[in-house]
């Protein structure tokens, strides 16, 4: 499939990019990725989709990308409803009917939550994610210590030492995490979704 062109969208906070494939006329799919991937990560979905006659959009998520918030006054929030409002909002800017989400980790989150919260906006779901919606009040409690090293770095990322980690280390520390979820996978060079 040839490299599309990054395009955006406004919503009411956020200048979302995104990448385009198929028919403007095809059933609607918005694929959106987690961390610390990118619209790439679709790419040989995104094709089979196509090929099935499937107009598919895949976002960059808010924080990712080229995608940037409208006004430095817009408060930053990575809230579940937020990046679900997202999604749902992208669909509206674009005139999308119900399509159909896909997505992984904080892509699947957000589009469980946008299904859940705006069922009547949107025509299915899949998902591949380890917290589908996030029980905010169950994160309160402590998990088994199998469970917990798994989700070390969620707990690094709500301080500010994790903020410097990923800001002065964001390569090294996404490339561990990649090497820890995907063992397999060969690295042919630097892999530009971690910027």
Known sequence: MNEQPVRSVDTDILRIAYVEYGSAV?????????????????DEVAQILVEAGARVIMPYA?????????????MRSGQQAARGCDIVQLAEALGLERPILGGFDWGGNASCVAAALWPERI???????????????????????ALERVCWYQHLFQTERGRKCLAE???????????EWSPGWQFDGPATSFD
């Open 169 to 179: 280390h964001r390569r090294d520390l996404c490339r561990l995490l990649w090497e």
């Open 123 to 145: 025509g299915g779901l899949v998902s591949y994610a380890g917290y589908d919606i996030i029980d905010v009040r169950a994160g309160d409690h402590a998990a088994t210590p």
């Open 62 to 74: 808010r924080g990712f990308g080229p995608t940037r918030f409208m006004s430095d006054a817009i």
């Open 26 to 42: 095809g059933w609607p799919v918005i694929l959106s990725h987690g961390f610390p991937y990118d619209v790439h990560a679709f």
